[in-house]
């Protein structure tokens, strides 16, 4: 988009929201004409802003992700995409299979804006579960939600279909919607698109939720691997110290006998360990061992108490707390999902 269709979709968004007495979601940035926005309340909402955006560009680069949406979009047609929280973007104008009624109207920027409107209601609803909202033209859009633990880090979306098959009154009425927002096109084309549009009604449409929804639990657990590898270039006490961990999560360890293995003190290992991993010791083991549990939850002949200790947790509590912290769900939850129960 260009800087005048962001200064014009930037003036409708605030007329929008005086007008329906809406006010902006609280984890929204001002509206802007290209990229992703992050949070400015401070240096600490910047960080943990900053590191997100950096999670989801490794998200969309994995190979994983490319698997997917290039498998979503053969089974269904559809586009996909993995957005920021607060990106204020069309996600799938320019994507392959892009509506061809969305595909016009990205180009306007009135209609444009009513677009990201949509975004705007997905983003404030679908932030615990799928959420599908209905733009003014009658077509809708899926949000699901990808999370880490008890933060929202992005969303995976698709969409730009009709629910039900389109009418020609339901044409004529988007018509004149058009017209008063002076969008000018020719109408043949716009009647050829309109109707061209994909119809995805009942099971199927539950269907596509359920595949993003299964998705979006890989991409929270790829994200934790993520945390866990993020930084390659360590020290070699670092690298000493992940291996010590490594051998003896199981047991009841502490910070202080990794620092005597790697011989520092207890201070400066864990300002070392902080700066080489982005996790304090606690959460690198804790993240380490539900890591582990979660190879042992595909064993439907273990309980959860005995996979707990196994993986080194004292209690059933602080396991079932520390994974849900983790994962977004209870370790039972997870199970569940995995065997299809």
Sequence with gaps: MSTKTGDTLRAQAASARKSTGHPAPANSAPWAPEGPLVATSGAPAEAASNGDRELLEAL???KIFAD???AFTEATGLPVALRSVESWQLPHHGKRNEGPFCALMADTSRSC?????????LSESAAFEP???????????????????????????????FRKKPTERLF?????????????????????????????QGKQHSSIIKLLSIFAQHLSILSNQIIIQRNNAESPVITKAKAFIR???????????????????????????????????????????????????????LRVSEIAYEVGFQSLTHFNRVFKNTLGQSPTRYREKLLGC
């Design 113 to 121: 804006g009513a677009c990201l409107e949509v975004q705007e209601k």
């Design 247 to 301: 051998d003896h999560h199981t047991e009841n360890l502490r910070l202080g006998q990794v620092a005597r293995f790697v011989n520092t003190s207890p201070f400066y290992f864990c300002k070392m360990f902080k700066k080489g991993t982005g996790l304090n010791f606690t959460d690198y083991l804790s993240r380490l061992r539900v890591e582990r549990s979660k190879n042992l939850l595909l064993n439907p002949n």
């Design 172 to 200: 004529q009425r988007t018509l004149k919607l058009l017209a008063d927002w002076g969008v000018e096109t020719d109408r043949g084309e716009l009647r050829k698109a309109y109707f061209g549009t994909r119809v995805v």
């Design 131 to 161: 959420h599908t909202a209905v733009c003014r033209a009658g077509l809708s859009d899926t949000a699901v939600p990808v999370r880490l633990g008890d933060r929202l880090i992005g969303f995976l979306q698709t969409g730009q279909v």
């Design 68 to 70: 997917y949406e290039r």
């Design 60 to 62: 969309v680069s994995s």
